[in-house]
């Protein structure tokens, strides 16, 4: 058992309140929270927090994690020549060994952002998901279409592989699958019941695309087959008529915002403030690392509100309490990750420890803005995930060393570009 | 003598070439560039770089560093809400002692983020000045007005001070001016053949303001009455029309962007990329932490360059490598710093070391552009002024307790707020 105590909690199990409380641990689960007690059990280890905050850690609704092997590989680039000349080719030579590799790098480095689970869509599912085991890390595995077998065959699989990892069904983008493809979609989510997501309104020209295509948005296009008749969402949602706003709020589905990514492709800015009013599911991820290029969820959560703010032209816009939601119960709703949602008994002991001892958090004036207008990577003291410390004070238990992650990753570049 | 080997060198004296120079720093400048020799001098202390960068500290050009004791005290407000019912009103109750404290708070906070210069403008200046001295921390005082007299004053009082402090006039905006401070300014500009620094064109409102007032932009004004004479800038420059970029060009000018505030008060975006094409000079600031809420060059540089794809609505828009050198040496030039702005015999030793074995810098394509797009301060392993570490993986080496500092600011905040 571990115990976290002298310090500050927000455990997000009602409002937005910051307690004193303390918070135990017993193997992968919080077994209390709360007042300090006189009962207490024999702990394995003790960490007094000092004053530093204790709460759920952040989820990352959309990443590719496995696209570590492009960051800062073509910047500054236009969209179409980014994708077609530098993304496309390099992603054909992927394979197994390689993405279980890039996929290690990346989770170091959601540990450093204390991101304590990802929703991920990528390729050789297989190897990504042993990276996430090897590691210790929790993910969701978002499918990427293929065959009604295939997927089914994917979902039985790996929602029974290992309590790190999940799988929810889904496919790349409207415009990169055929009308048989869709129907399979279709097909999928019937069957097994199940929500979709899917790339969905991410730029203009992708609207226009399936408008012309279809004869509508992509939204009201999934809606029709049926593909989010038990649920989903979208990741982008940037261009999202009033008609498609209205089925993703009738249908519960989740819309994730990626504004780092939106700006460095120049995709736009997605209406949060809108999808506020109207009380649409909303979480947020980083994208890959090829098109961001870190995965930071502090960078994400201060551009998702600054964003809105300009967009709005309203300094007042897009309260950052609602954007700390959005990374943490948001995305666990979004990610079907209802046990590691808020700190409370019996809920999973994925957890983060912000230290309050850095200089961008002093003074305390107001904890939970100053984590989303401050906050940075230099406050993760410590990422745990199913009660294992996987990150504390810079250093990381992922059972590999470091420097061997990193040395695969540069070989694996090398083989790619032709130089290995 | 301190040795810096076994690394990578971005030393900005020539294009932006990483080369595997070493660096040796001799007091507070630096004595060779270059690579490793077998004449060395007998050195105090030898840094095995390990791979990681050495590179010129990050340049401020627009802050309050006092103002850390608003931090998050007032987010999510209407910008005139903001300024006149919590900033205003706590701005008044400032005495030296609290901007003393408040200012070696910011330090801490810049040198975190691998800033080693500020360019500033606030209250008791004095009390200011002594901040940054006990801590070792390099400044550029700007004047806030005031009448001719007093200004030359506080230029000859600063100007020779303190190696570290220098002192360039200024005003805080054209609609806090009387006349008769502009026509003081102008006459000071003349007397001392000085640049003039002051907030310009922030806001569409404050633009509109001033040709009510005056019948044209506040550049054109500045420029007409001879404010601009002998050089300078504006703070902010989001709103300005073709003759203001000019002006600004014709008068070598600096403008010097500050994307978070200008983002999080909704002011707008600056046309940085039309400045580019202009070849107008340009630096970046973070503005005060009430505005910002962090003193991150980090933060900053990725805003400059995403903001303006989103502008243009191009992904290749805004080269990061032309961002990374207004954050060093256009901030240098700006601030007068000219012996700060590259790694060169005879140069000040102000330098930074980036740690490249942190995930987010892993594998390693570009390192300049990986700097501007996935850095943060969690690669900042050394910040160096004038060849002395303060600050070296997480800790503070800056002549006090730093826990002493927090609580200073914790005291000031309660005895500002009427709780102390």
């Given at each position: 058992?571990?115990?976290?105590?002298?310090?500050?909690?927000?455990?997000?199990?009602?409002?937005?309140?910051?307690?004193?409380?303390?918070?135990?641990?017993?193997?992968?689960?919080?077994?209390?929270?709360?007042?300090?007690?006189?009962?207490?059990?024999?702990?394995?280890?003790?960490?007094?927090?000092?004053?530093?905050?204790?709460?759920?850690?952040?989820?990352?609704?959309?990443?590719?994690?496995?696209?570590?092997?492009?960051?800062?590989?073509?910047?500054?680039?236009?969209?179409?020549?980014?994708?077609?000349?530098?993304?496309?080719?390099?992603?054909?030579?992927?394979?197994?060994?390689?993405?279980?590799?890039?996929?290690?790098?990346?989770?170091?480095?959601?540990?450093?952002?204390?991101?304590?689970?990802?929703?991920?869509?990528?390729?050789?599912?297989?190897?990504?998901?042993?990276?996430?085991?090897?590691?210790?890390?929790?993910?969701?595995?978002?499918?990427?279409?293929?065959?009604?077998?295939?997927?089914?065959?994917?979902?039985?699989?790996?929602?029974?592989?290992?309590?790190?990892?999940?799988?929810?069904?889904?496919?790349?983008?409207?415009?990169?699958?055929?009308?048989?493809?869709?129907?399979?979609?279709?097909?999928?989510?019937?069957?097994?019941?199940?929500p979709v997501f899917v790339h969905n309104s991410?730029?203009?020209?992708?609207?226009?695309?399936?408008?012309?295509?279809?004869?509508?948005?992509?939204?009201?296009?999934?809606d029709k087959l049926g593909i989010y008749d038990?649920?989903?969402?979208?990741?982008?949602?940037?261009?999202?008529?009033?008609?498609?706003?209205?089925?993703?709020?009738?249908?519960?589905?989740?819309?994730?915002?990626?504004?780092?990514?939106?700006?460095?492709?120049?995709?736009?800015?997605?209406?949060?403030?809108?999808?506020?009013?109207?009380?649409?599911?909303?979480?947020?991820?980083?994208?890959?690392?090829?098109?961001?290029?870190?995965?930071?969820?502090?960078?994400?959560?201060?551009?998702?509100?600054?964003l809105q703010k300009l967009r709005n032209m309203?300094?007042?816009?897009?309260?950052?309490?609602?954007?700390?939601?959005?990374?943490?119960?948001?995305?666990?709703?979004?990610?079907?990750?209802?046990?590691?949602?808020?700190?409370?008994?019996?809920?999973?002991?994925?957890?983060?420890?912000?230290?309050?001892?850095?200089?961008?958090?002093?003074?305390?004036?107001?904890?939970?803005?100053?984590?989303?207008?401050?906050?940075?990577?230099?406050?993760?003291?410590?990422?745990?995930?199913?009660?294992?410390?996987?990150?504390?004070?810079?250093?990381?238990?992922?059972?590999?060393?470091?420097?061997?992650?990193?040395?695969?990753?540069?070989?694996?570049?090398?083989?790619?570009?032709?130089?290995?």
């Amino acid at each position: 058992m571990i115990r976290f105590y002298n310090g500050l909690c927000l455990s997000f199990a009602g409002g937005m309140e910051v307690t004193g409380d303390e918070v135990w641990v017993d193997g992968d689960k919080i077994s209390y929270v709360g007042p300090a007690r006189t009962d207490m059990p024999e702990f394995q280890r003790q960490i007094d927090l000092n004053g530093d905050l204790v709460m759920p850690g952040f989820k990352d609704a959309h990443t590719h994690s496995g696209m570590t092997f492009l960051r800062s590989y073509a910047d500054d680039l236009p969209l179409q020549r980014w994708l077609y000349e530098r993304v496309f080719p390099m992603e054909e030579k992927l394979n197994p060994d390689y993405i279980y590799w890039l996929t290690r790098l990346a989770i170091l480095e959601y540990l450093t952002s204390g991101i304590t689970a990802s929703f991920d869509m990528y390729f050789h599912r297989d190897a990504y998901a042993s990276a996430n085991i090897d590691s210790g890390f929790r993910t969701v595995i978002c499918g990427v279409g293929g065959t009604a077998q295939l997927i089914e065959d994917e979902y039985r699989h790996f929602n029974s592989l290992h309590p790190l990892i999940s799988y929810v069904p889904g496919f790349h983008a409207e415009y990169t699958a055929s009308q048989e493809q869709l129907d399979d979609m279709a097909a999928v989510a019937r069957e097994l019941k199940a929500p979709v997501f899917v790339h969905n309104s991410e730029t203009e020209s992708e609207v226009q695309g399936c408008i012309e295509r279809h004869g509508m948005t992509p939204t009201c296009l999934f809606d029709k087959l049926g593909i989010y008749d038990y649920g989903g969402g979208g990741y982008h949602c940037v261009y999202m008529s009033e008609e498609d706003l209205k089925i993703f709020k009738e249908r519960g589905l989740w819309a994730v915002t990626n504004p780092a990514s939106n700006c460095k492709l120049a995709s736009g800015i997605a209406p949060i403030t809108h999808m506020m009013d109207l009380g649409l599911n909303l979480a947020i991820g980083t994208d890959g690392p090829a098109s961001n290029n870190a995965l930071d969820m502090f960078r994400e959560m201060y551009l998702t509100t600054v964003l809105q703010k300009l967009r709005n032209m309203d300094a007042a816009a897009c309260d950052a309490n609602e954007v700390l939601k959005m990374a943490v119960t948001g995305g666990a709703g979004a990610m079907g990750l209802t046990d590691c949602d808020c700190i409370a008994p019996g809920k999973q002991a994925d957890l983060i420890v912000i230290d309050m001892h850095r200089p961008n958090m002093q003074p305390v004036h107001n904890v939970t803005k100053n984590m989303v207008y401050a906050g940075s990577k230099d406050n993760v003291r410590m990422t745990v995930i199913a009660g294992r410390v996987l990150y504390e004070k810079g250093e990381f238990f992922v059972g590999e060393d470091v420097e061997r992650i990193y040395a695969e990753a540069a070989r694996i570049v090398g083989e790619i570009k032709g130089e290995g």
